[in-house]
C-alpha cells in the first residue's frame, strides 16, 4: 500500500487532457471524507479550468510554469464563512473570528487537500502544490470573489502527468522522528541528517549557480530570505485581518 507514495513526485508539466468531471467529483468526495474539526468541514474549494480566469489569477501564483500549463488548478480555502452563516440561520451565535477558529479550519484545508492528492495520484493524476498561495492571498481572494471568514491556504495544479521527474530527496527517518520527548539536535546531528541531502549533485549545482557557500545559505539568502519572509508575512497578517479573524 505504501509503494505509491514511496514513488510519489511534483509534477509541473502536463498533457493538455482535460479531467472529467466524474472523476473530479469522485476524488472531492474521498478528499472530503478526511478528517475534520468536530465534523465541521471548515473548507472550501475553488475550481479554475477557464482561460480567462487562469490568466487572470497567473500574477498572484508568479506565472510559474507548474501553474500555466495545467488544465485545472484548485484553491483550497480555510472556510468559516458557510458554518458561521449556517449557525446564523439557526439563531445560534458564532464567534469564529480568532485564531483558534483559523487553525482549525487551516487543519482541515490542509488535511483535505492532501487526501485529494493522494487519491490524485492514484487515479494516474499528477499534481503539483504551489507555494504562492500565502505569498499573496489578497490578490488571489480578489480574483476568487471570497468572502469574510474564508482564507486561501493551498494551492494545486491538477492534470495528466507529461513528465516523470525524478524522487524527490528527503530528510533520513531517524533525523525527525523522536520517541517520548522531543531531543534537540547536537551539531554533530546536524551534519549526519543532513549531509545527503547536501552531497546531491543537483544541490551542489544550486550552490554554485547562486554564488554562495553551503546549500543553508542558497536558502536563507535565495529561496527564502528574511527580508521576503517578512514582507509576506505582513502581507498574510494583513490580509487575515481584513478576512475578520483577529
Known sequence: MTEDLLKRRSIRKFKENDVPDTLLNELFTAAFQSSTTGNMQLYSVIVTRDKRKKEELAPAHFNQPAYANAPIILTFCADFNRFTRWCEQRNATPGYGNAESLICAILDTTIAAQTFCVAAERKGLGICYLGTTTYNPKEIAKVLNLPKLVVPIVT????????????????????????????????????????????????????????????AQVFTDVRYSKKDMEFFSQKLRDFIREQEFR
Open 156 to 215: 494545486l495544479s491538477v492534470g495528466y502527468p507529461d513528465e516523470n521527474p525524478p524522487v524527490s530527496d528527503r530528510l533520513p527517518i531517524d533525523g525527525i522522528v523522536h520517541y517520548e520527548t522531543y531531543k534537540d539536535y547536537t551539531p554533530e546531528r546536524i551534519d549526519e541528517i543532513f549531509q545527503g541531502k547536501e552531497a546531491l549533485q543537483e544541490n551542489k549545482k544550486f550552490v554554485k549557480e547562486n554564488g554562495k557557500e553551503n546549500l
